[in-house]
Protein backbone atom coordinates (compact mmCIF):
# COMPACT_ATOMS: atom_id res chain seq x y z
CA UNK A 1 0.00 0.00 0.00
CA UNK A 2 1.48 3.34 -0.58
CA UNK A 3 1.98 6.20 2.25
CA UNK A 4 -0.73 8.05 1.13
CA UNK A 5 -3.68 5.65 0.77
CA UNK A 6 -2.23 4.03 4.45
CA UNK A 7 -2.35 8.12 5.70
CA UNK A 8 -5.88 8.16 3.92
CA UNK A 9 -6.82 4.76 5.51
CA UNK A 10 -5.62 6.01 9.12
CA UNK A 11 -7.46 9.15 8.60
CA UNK A 12 -10.76 7.41 7.74
CA UNK A 13 -9.92 4.68 11.01
CA UNK A 14 -9.90 8.04 13.25
CA UNK A 15 -12.89 9.57 11.87
CA UNK A 16 -14.73 6.69 12.81
CA UNK A 17 -13.88 6.67 16.28
CA UNK A 18 -16.45 7.57 18.95
CA UNK A 19 -15.56 10.52 21.32
CA UNK A 20 -14.51 8.07 24.08
CA UNK A 21 -12.00 6.40 22.01
CA UNK A 22 -10.89 9.28 20.77
CA UNK A 23 -8.12 11.63 21.97
CA UNK A 24 -9.23 15.60 22.09
CA UNK A 25 -7.65 17.86 19.33
CA UNK A 26 -5.35 19.40 21.53
CA UNK A 27 -3.95 16.45 23.05
CA UNK A 28 -3.63 14.58 19.93
CA UNK A 29 -0.99 17.78 18.57
CA UNK A 30 0.18 17.96 21.84
CA UNK A 31 1.38 13.79 21.17
CA UNK A 32 2.58 13.99 17.57
CA UNK A 33 4.33 17.29 18.62
CA UNK A 34 6.21 14.59 20.87
CA UNK A 35 6.53 12.17 18.10
CA UNK A 36 7.96 14.68 15.92
CA UNK A 37 11.27 15.11 17.20
CA UNK A 38 11.91 11.74 18.64
CA UNK A 39 14.85 9.87 17.43
CA UNK A 40 12.42 6.61 17.36
CA UNK A 41 10.05 7.80 14.67
CA UNK A 42 10.67 6.77 11.17
CA UNK A 43 8.80 7.85 8.34
CA UNK A 44 5.74 8.32 10.27
CA UNK A 45 6.31 5.12 11.97
CA UNK A 46 7.28 4.25 15.87
CA UNK A 47 10.41 2.17 15.94
CA UNK A 48 9.49 1.49 19.25
CA UNK A 49 5.62 -0.41 18.65
CA UNK A 50 5.61 -0.57 14.79
CA UNK A 51 2.34 1.61 14.63
CA UNK A 52 1.57 4.85 12.65
CA UNK A 53 1.76 7.69 15.58
CA UNK A 54 -1.01 9.23 13.70
CA UNK A 55 -3.18 5.79 14.53
CA UNK A 56 -1.60 5.45 17.58
CA UNK A 57 -2.21 8.98 19.12
CA UNK A 58 -5.66 9.17 18.32
CA UNK A 59 -6.69 6.39 21.25
CA UNK A 60 -7.16 7.88 24.31
CA UNK A 61 -5.96 5.21 26.41
CA UNK A 62 -3.06 4.52 24.09
CA UNK A 63 0.49 5.89 25.22
CA UNK A 64 4.28 6.39 24.50
CA UNK A 65 5.42 2.99 23.89
CA UNK A 66 8.78 3.71 25.40
CA UNK A 67 9.07 2.27 28.93
CA UNK A 68 12.45 4.57 29.62
CA UNK A 69 11.45 8.00 28.36
CA UNK A 70 7.44 7.76 28.12
CA UNK A 71 6.40 10.85 25.97
CA UNK A 72 2.97 11.17 26.31
S1 LIG B 1 8.68 6.39 21.23
FE1 LIG B 1 6.93 7.64 21.86
S2 LIG B 1 7.43 9.73 21.28
FE2 LIG B 1 8.80 8.33 20.18
S3 LIG B 1 7.81 8.00 18.20
FE3 LIG B 1 7.20 6.36 19.56
S4 LIG B 1 5.26 7.08 20.46
FE4 LIG B 1 6.28 8.84 19.58
Known amino acids: MAEEDVLESIAIRIQKLSSKEK ?3 ELYA ?3 N ?8 ISG ?3 K ?3 YVEFRAAFKKQNCPNAKDRRW
Open 23 to 25: TDD
Open 30 to 32: KRL
Open 45 to 47: VCM
Open 49 to 51: CGC
Open 34 to 41: ECKSCEHL
